[in-house]
């Protein structure tokens, strides 16, 4: 049988990298391409192979760089095309990959094609955008909301119509029914593309294209006050439209005109249309972000059904992926504690699939509290009395003990953790006992061994506090064993009887121990065991 082979994107590890908060080269308080740079001996140390970088494009920053108004170049905080450039050459001499973020739903209102668009109703340029009259009674033309507060719509005085933004209002979204708007974006693609990037992050992809008779969104009969006024309705028309799949399979078929690069789309939709963005031939999306374990209770049997939902779900050849933390959500040490942070590295680095993990989560760094004159993100600051700022899991990279913990020598745009002094890289990498020497065993182990990389996947029942899944390729099994729950637990299948040794554990003295039929779990503990042959 002819071996099969895997492409690079299939067996590694992607690290998110939110440039802003990583590391200062000039002492402005805010990170760049140099800091990253400074800072990729790191990562490779850490076993990292891709590296994603939230958006470095000029822009004004309303939404923190997901507001761009020049697709190809780089923000002079960021630093310059020559930076990029050696921070490309960088990551590639040390094999290395480097995943851009694409921002195609929306530009920045700044950006030169907005300013045409809404210069006048006839501008070549109008129609790159969303035009909307007044409805008859001189309101909105429908009742779409924004994601970050309030009306999906604003009039502009000027032009006497609407223009619909799926973001802020400092966010307009592109029409990408327009061809014109199509062949624009797939230039700035083929600018990234044949500089050697090797594959983007398309934000929002699944808001591309909305409903062509605009109509109203239905009410959320599950919405509660104490979610964002956005989920007041579910996003029927204004996003998940069946024509956005021929848009997706456009980028698709460009990145195919190169070689191995990588298509990763963000969609936060039920897992049966999220696998639709894998396309009808597989010709979409190679990785649809998979957040399940993102807005899941950490529960073992919720966990449990929905992973097997998801492998349930992936058609044929689709390969899946799997994420516990980014920019846009609360840290996961702050989600499920610092207990069961372990576990939840453990899960996802030996589910079967892409992990995709976030700067700082391999340290157990945690939400940091910002006081509400501190805050910074819009989403924040629009809807003050819901919680939802984003800005405590976007605080600097901890390094080291020194002032600022080593991210910059002038004054961070976000503050530190109170606790960076204890918990940087620095202190964990000589402590074999830390998260971040966990992390790396963690990598290591996933790497070397082909069951845990590219391996078939297999639940095993058993305890209902327990999450257990066996990894095989050829001879080779692991079987990995995860207590979700704070107390002491048993591992004992009433129907196998599974033999072999913990070679990784949460608790590093459990390593060696043998599992014959029958093993017992202290509280928050997780097991990789290799299975007898
Ligand atoms: C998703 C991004 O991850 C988020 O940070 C951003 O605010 C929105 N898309 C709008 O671009």
Redesign the pocket.
């Known amino acids: 049988m002819m071996e099969q082979q895997y492409l690079w994107w299939q067996k590694e590890v992607i690290y998110q990298i939110y440039p802003r908060s990583f590391q200062d080269s000039t002492g402005d308080g805010v990170g760049d391409l140099k800091g990253i740079i400074s800072r990729l001996d790191y990562l490779q140390w850490l076993g990292i192979k891709a590296v994603w970088l939230?958006p470095i494009y000029p822009s004004p920053m309303a939404?923190?760089g997901?507001d761009v108004s020049d697709y190809c170049g780089i923000h002079p905080l960021f630093g310059t095309m020559e930076d990029f450039d050696e921070l490309l050459q960088e990551i590639h001499k040390r094999g290395m990959k480097l995943i851009l973020d694409l921002?195609p739903?929306?530009s920045s209102n700044e950006h030169p094609w907005f300013l045409e668009s809404k210069s006048s109703r006839d501008n070549p340029k109008r129609d790159w955008y969303i035009w909307k009259d007044a409805a008859e009674d001189g309101g909105e033309p429908n009742n779409w909301l924004s994601?970050f507060g309030g009306s999906g719509w604003e009039w502009d005085e000027h032009t006497q119509q609407y223009y619909y933004h799926a973001?802020l209002k400092e966010?307009p979204d592109l029409n990408w029914r327009n061809p014109e708007v199509q062949e624009a974006m797939m230039g700035v693609m083929r600018f990234w593309l044949e500089k050697g990037v090797d594959g983007f992050r398309v934000?929002?992809i699944y808001h591309i294209i909305k409903d062509d008779k605009f109509r109203d969104n239905p009410p959320n009969p599950d919405y509660k006050p104490s979610m964002s006024t956005y989920e007041q309705q579910l996003a029927s028309y204004s996003t998940d439209q069946p024509e956005v799949h021929d848009i997706v399979k456009m980028m698709r078929n460009l990145l195919n005109q190169y070689d191995e690069r990588l298509l990763i789309g963000?969609i936060y939709l039920p897992i049966h249309r999220l696998v639709t963005y894998y396309g009808n031939e597989l010709d979409g999306a190679h990785l649809p972000f998979n957040f399940v374990l993102i807005n899941i209770d950490w529960n073992a049997t919720k966990i449990a059904s929905v992973i097997n939902e998801y492998e349930g779900a992936l058609p044929e050849g689709g390969w899946p992926n799997w994420v516990i933390g980014?920019?846009?959500q609360p840290r996961i040490t702050s989600r499920v504690g610092n207990e069961q942070a372990k576990i939840a590295a453990m899960l996802l680095l030996t589910l079967r699939g892409t992990p995709t993990m976030y700067y700082g989560d391999e340290l157990g760094m945690r939400d940091v509290p910002i006081p509400q004159d501190e805050v910074q993100d819009p989403?924040g600051l629009n809807m003050p009395d819901l919680d939802l700022s984003?800005d405590p899991a976007r605080t600097p990279m901890q390094w080291n003990d020194s002032e600022n913990a080593g991210f910059t020598e002038g004054k961070p745009w976000l503050r530190l953790a109170k606790n960076y002094k204890r918990v940087n890289v620095a202190k964990q990498k000589d402590d074999e006992y830390s998260m971040l020497s966990y992390y790396k065993r963690l990598i290591e182990l996933r790497q070397q061994e082909p069951a845990l990389h590219v391996g078939a996947f297999e639940p095993v029942f058993t305890n209902s506090s327990i999450i257990s899944y066996i990894r095989k390729h050829e001879q080779t099994q692991f079987l990995v064993i995860l207590n979700l729950s704070h107390k002491p637990c048993k591992f004992a299948p009433e129907h196998h009887h599974y033999k072999g040794t913990v070679v990784l554990a949460t608790d590093p003295e459990q390593e060696g121990s043998t599992l014959d039929k029958t093993i017992a779990l202290a509280g928050d503990e997780g097991l990789i065991v290799q299975l007898d042959a």
């Open positions: 939230s939404d923190f997901y921002v739903n929306h994601v973001f966010q934000d929002v963000e980014n920019h846009d989403q984003r």
